[in-house]
């Protein structure tokens, strides 16, 4: 491929008759669109600002309470008992004004001040409104009178037409639960999981935390809370995410697919041309915070939207002792690999975003360019799937100035980062268990070398036009990228669409330069230690087991018929399908959040219970009876359901636990209690994925449009990851991992025995399952 030409606003000459310049007018229009486009950012920044700072009021609204002042003023009626007559006195002693200018702006500064105590107490009525949780623990499909009357208070302090951050103030603090309940909770929670001299014996060690070491740690966390907006989520960023050492790949990044039917074209740069540009709207409208914020019950209770901010223009930059996220307001450009080769694309021309068939002609140029990789250039990208470490000494070493610097700034400041895989993937009818297994590998740890692990997100799209992203985690959790890429699926099937060729609709445009070539520079020490973290990062990622198939037997619809929640039917089945696999019930962990709270990212739901084991050793007991056992799933699905709300409203156990480990650590205190807790391995780590948008897909007229969901790798060496997502009310996709070095552990037999338990926990309820495969 050519290399693009670089533009120069002028170029100049030395002649006998002095210096000639010669201006371009085209660079000269492109740095003027180029300025044009920043200084409209800035103005939308500027102009959301205003907005979000006087939610729930309006900007508008200030000049109505003038208005209204200034009327009863001129009424000779005083509405501020005597403040607007003490305002006029301080003026009064300038001398410069006259009367009526004092009288006028005494009236403006309280009407100022009034307005701005106005929205004070919205604020304050509408946080202590969303400090009340009763709302969750109600019996489901009832709702009290006291309730509704809640709800009718919060949509009226909630104001109209919110941005994405404008209830951001309004969000109350993540709440410190006490010390007792914390461990009483927790003793419950390990209950059926230790013999018992194991449980007599962490007993004691929980009472002596409880009255010793617990109160005086209890200060400080209290002390925290009471000073930062949440408690937890600093530290859980930086001693759960930044300062792990290990690979990020598979460890700590998950994945997202694409549509699990349908593949709108299998045209790889039309499809990268649609998807990017979906993306590239999406980031438009967070720019501007268009996106509306997330609501609970019936679009009333908002959830914190501060992990939004950090999606685009991120990476994860390593250190030594512990790494850092690095964020910009904005990026022009995104970077590209494909076949060992990083290219810079340009997203903007003539002062604008790219349109699709202008995408596809630039991601086409790339596909077609046959240059070869430069000497370590390739496998680059290992460096980012290996231990933190050996790649932040590289990265100081050989990436701190010249070419390679330049070069790892385009990647690291890319608004993110673009893989053409030249493999093809997804769903195969003929070969489902296989080709659902490969896709779910390839998008988790790919090559190894060809997917840059520290970007917020890494963007995939297959030789066959199917596409799947990777996520790192540090940044924000599963359902904020979920909510991009539902749109980004949406987008691209619904509202661009393709031509009947298959390419992108419109026209290409063959005055947008080339994308560049990245240059590197990367000497032979280096290319060792590249090597080095391939041939950590191949054995990961070559130990991982997976197993990926959508679960069409029954879906939502038939399990509302039990009268459960569908969260805590599939979490049920997944013990009974553990207990088969594995023989015993072990410590499992699932995610929930706590986003009702102010910069709250998720608390731990302890599934395994002694009403779960009860249930599990009931079906697996033939002489119960299906009344015993109905009776048995009706106790420990409502106990499921009771501590999902409890992890929701901060009355979790895991949270509060490692924040009081973290103090300890800080103080110089031992505990063993603290120190026990922490240390015991989560067997069996599961997540929901949640589907935000259903109207986006309309699975009534579109059935064939149902997303594959996501998963994530082994929490254990010894144990396994579930990722599931109820896709409308039919299906349900799972998603499961493990490590084939462990001999106890296979992810296909663990996914036969959740096939089997789902089977055979809604037959308990006399609902046939639909068999026919």
């Known amino acids: 491929m050519a290399e693009a030409h670089q533009a120069v606003a002028f170029q100049f000459t030395v002649t006998p008759e002095g210096i000639d310049l010669q201006l371009s007018h085209e660079a000269l229009k492109q740095i003027y669109l180029s300025g044009l486009h920043s200084w409209k950012k800035k103005f939308i920044r500027f102009k959301n600002g205003i907005i979000t700072g006087v939610y729930p009021a309006s900007p508008s609204s200030w000049l109505i309470v003038v208005v209204g002042v200034m009327s009863t003023m001129y009424a000779k009626i005083d509405p501020s008992l005597g403040i607007i007559a003490k305002i006029n006195q301080t003026l009064d002693t300038t001398g410069y004004m006259s009367s009526q200018t004092k009288n006028v702006l005494s009236g403006v500064l309280f009407s100022t001040g009034l307005w701005v105590a106005l929205i004070a107490t919205m604020r304050y009525s509408l946080k202590v409104l969303l400090s009340y949780h009763g709302w969750m623990f109600a019996e489901h499909g009832k709702m009290s009178r006291a309730t509704r009357i809640w709800m009718g208070m919060v949509k009226i302090f909630s104001g109209r037409k919110p941005m994405l951050y404008s209830f951001q103030t309004s969000l109350p603090r993540l709440p410190v639960p006490a010390v007792r309940d914390t461990v009483s909770r927790y003793l419950e929670s390990v209950r059926p999981l230790m013999k018992e001299d194991d449980f007599q014996r962490m007993t004691v060690l929980a009472h002596d935390f409880a009255v010793s070491l617990g109160p005086k740690l209890q200060w400080y966390l209290k002390l925290k809370s009471w000073w930062a907006t949440n408690y937890v989520s600093d530290w859980w960023e930086e001693y759960v995410y930044l300062r792990g050492r290990g ?22 740069a039309a499809r990268a041309g649609n998807t990017i540009h979906a993306i590239l709207l999406y980031r438009r409208q967070l720019d501007r915070e268009e996106i509306k914020p997330i609501r609970l019950l019936g679009s009333t209770i908002p959830l914190c939207s501060a992990q939004w901010e950090r999606m685009f223009n991120t990476s994860r930059i390593p250190g030594e002792e512990t790494d850092t996220i690095q964020h910009l307001k904005d990026s022009k450009h995104i970077v590209v690999y494909h076949q060992g080769r990083y290219f810079k694309v340009w997203l903007y021309h003539d002062g604008r975003l790219l349109k699709p068939r202008e995408i596809e002609q630039q991601i086409q140029r790339i596909l077609d360019d046959r240059s070869e990789p430069q000497p370590g250039e390739a496998k680059l990208a290992a460096l980012t799937a290996g231990d933190r470490v050996p790649w932040a000494r590289c990265r100081q070493a050989y990436f701190g100035r010249g070419k390679n610097k330049q070069s790892l ?29 490969t896709y779910a590998k390839s998008l988790l740890h790919g090559r190894c070398f060809d997917r840059w692990f520290d970007k917020s997100f890494t963007f995939i799209v297959f030789k066959n036009g199917k596409m799947g992203m990777n996520a790192e985690h540090s940044w924000a959790d599963a359902p904020i990228i979920g909510h991009l890429w539902e749109y980004v699926m949406a987008t691209d099937s619904f509202q661009l669409g393709y031509a009947e060729d298959g ?43 997976f197993h990926s198939f959508p679960f069409d037997n029954f879906g939502k619809a038939l399990i509302k018929k039990c009268r459960t929640s569908p969260d805590a039917f599939v979490q049920l089945a997944l013990q009974l399908a553990h207990y088969k696999d594995m023989g015993k019930f072990s410590l499992t962990y699932e995610a929930s959040m706590t986003r009702l709270f102010r910069e709250g990212r998720t608390e731990t739901v302890r599934s395994c219970t002694t009403e779960s084991c009860n249930f599990v050793l009931a079906m697996v007991d033939p002489a119960q009876t299906v009344e015993q056992r109905l009776r048995l799933f009706k106790i420990a699905s409502e106990k499921h359901q009771l501590l999902y709300r409890l992890a929701m409203t901060g009355s979790g156990i895991d949270r509060h636990l490692f924040c009081l480990y973290v103090v300890s650590k800080y103080l110089g205190v031992d505990s063993p209690f603290l120190k026990k807790v922490l240390s015991e391995p989560w067997r069996l780590s599961t997540s929901q994925t949640p589907q935000q948008q259903v109207e986006l897909f309309d699975l009534e007229r579109n059935p064939q449009y149902v997303s594959s969901g996501g998963g994530f790798g082994p929490v254990a060496d010894d144990g396994y990851g579930v990722s599931y997502i109820l896709v409308g009310e039919n299906l349900i996709n799972f998603h499961i991992s493990s490590k084939f070095s462990c001999p106890e552990t296979d992810s296909h037999r663990f996914g036969k025995h959740l096939k089997q338990a789902m089977n055979e926990i809604i037959t308990l309820f006399g609902l046939k399952p639909n068999m026919k495969k």
Not at 414 to 429: H, P, S, W
Not at 508 to 527: G, K, M
Request: charged share 25%.
């Open 247 to 268: 690979p990020l790949m598979v460890n700590s990044n998950y994945y997202a697919m694409d549509l699990l039917y349908v593949l709108p074209t299998q045209i790889q």
């Open 409 to 437: 700034d385009a990647v690291e400041k890319a608004a993110f980062f673009v893989t053409l895989d030249e493999t093809e993937q997804g769903y195969n009818k003929e070969d489902p268990d296989t080709s659902m297994d």
């Open 503 to 545: 390419h992108c609709k419109g026209d290409t445009n063959p005055s947008i330069p080339y994308p560049t070539r990245l240059q590197w520079d990367i000497p032979e020490e280096c290319q060792d230690i590249i090597e080095t973290s391939l041939n950590t990062a191949n054995l990961l990622a070559n130990d991982v087991d």
